[in-house]
């Protein structure tokens, strides 16, 4: 592995999906789809149009870094199965990359274009039922390469993503806190700053889109601790199960007692 390893990132846990094709740890393209969850129809066009770019053969992707939810089910499950099928027809490595981590690098960028000292972010989605799915992280001061910084470029897990409800995310957590991702849009009033605690800050809307590119830096930085995956190991991580899959459980568990 070195800097001129030919690598595609896919981030399909969104609402609008996004590719990215780069050389080592350098991004040089990044298309994101043309349309809110058209994840079946615009995957695989963008890829190829994207290593078309590149004059790049799909054969000749080495690397393969995959957000692989929570997220979008559909656009999860695209994502996985075409990062399968390139792992079991041209041996493309596979790094698995949990998309709250690449979310939080937009928190880096929103520091950047507002000029907030951001130094805790809680990455938020919703998981219905009351709850939240979060995860919470410190920017790093210094370049910690130890496992115990995690493998997000720049930043330290804090807490670990998690089922939660937006009361225990505010009780554990330290202020000021930097909340970003769509589970916002779900929960104003539990968080939003208040005449009780004012250093809550929901970071701009316009960071709360998951991108390819941020895949490709966490995916980078696993690569170099030797984090991949075979394609049996690669599967997605979701909020909770489909819905289908619990209803038939619990159809099957009443048949199951009626029968006792």
């Not at 390893?5 to 094709?21: K, L, N, P």
């Not at 559909?74 to 041996?91: D, E, P, Y």
């Not at 493309?92 to 960028?109: G, Y």
């Not at 690569?223 to 909020?239: E, H, M, R, S, W």
């Amino acid at each position: 592995m070195d800097d001129m390893t030919r690598i595609m990132a896919i981030e399909t846990s969104g609402r609008i999906g996004s590719v990215a094709v780069a050389l080592g740890p350098q991004l040089i393209a990044e298309q994101d789809f043309t349309a809110q969850l058209k994840h079946a129809a615009q995957l695989l066009p963008t890829m190829e149009r994207l290593c078309q770019s590149q004059g790049w053969q799909p054969a000749e992707i080495e690397h393969l870094y995959v957000s692989v939810g929570p997220g979008s089910f559909t656009g999860i499950r695209i994502a996985v199965t075409a990062a399968k099928v390139l792992a079991f027809s041209q041996n493309t490595k596979i790094i698995p990359v949990p998309s709250l981590e690449a979310l939080a690098l937009n928190a880096e960028k929103a520091g950047q274009s507002e000029k907030l000292d951001i130094g805790q972010v809680a990455v938020v989605l919703e998981a219905g039922r009351g709850q939240i799915f979060a995860a919470v992280f410190d920017r790093e001061t210094t370049d910690a390469k130890d496992d115990s910084a995690g493998f997000i470029p720049g930043f330290r897990i804090n807490l670990a993503q998690t089922m939660i409800s937006p009361t225990e995310l505010l009780e554990r957590t330290e202020r000021p806190l930097y909340l970003i991702g769509e589970g916002l849009k779900y929960h104003q009033q539990e968080l939003s700053p208040n005449e009780q605690d004012r250093q809550i800050v929901r970071l701009d809307e316009k960071y709360w889109q998951p991108r390819a590119a941020n895949v490709h830096r966490c995916g980078w930085f696993r690569a170099q601790k030797g984090l991949f995956v075979t394609a049996d190991q690669l599967k997605p991580i979701y909020i909770r199960r489909p819905e289908a899959v619990e209803k038939w459980e619990k159809l099957h568990r009443l048949k199951g007692t009626k029968n006792i």
